[in-house]
């Protein structure tokens, strides 16, 4: 927790050179403090220090970028294949049949 300490101490006392520092660790041990940290980096901006709130965001997309790609790599790995279901064949033969038989003898006798 020594990371998250460090880093509401520097936010408090606009040390952001500490922030910098310390945000990568705070954002891998807590991925709900991206959030924090580009609040940050806005204050940043307020106070006159761009080139630090450019860190604190570099450092935020950098942790993302690994966010996104954890996620879709997991996507992958959880994904269910369906089947695939394929149509029986058309063909241009008739599919009934009428079956030719020849007379019974029972018939042969009614018929004479």
Not at 8 to 17: C, I, P, S, V, Y
Not at 83 to 107: A, F, G, K, M, W
């Amino acid at each position: 927790m020594l990371d998250w300490s460090e880093a509401h101490l520097a936010a408090a006392t606009g040390d952001f050179e500490i922030l910098r520092l310390v945000a990568p660790a705070v954002i891998r041990r807590d991925g709900e403090m991206v959030g924090w940290v580009t609040d940050q980096a806005e204050l940043a901006v307020d106070a006159g220090r761009p080139s630090f709130a450019i860190e604190l965001l570099e450092v935020v997309l950098t942790e993302e970028k690994f966010y996104h790609r954890a996620c879709k790599i997991l996507q992958e790995l959880t994904l269910v294949v369906e089947p695939e279901v394929t149509e029986p064949e058309v063909t241009d033969q008739p599919t009934d049949c009428l079956l030719y038989t020849s007379p019974s003898p029972r018939d042969r006798q009614k018929s004479r």
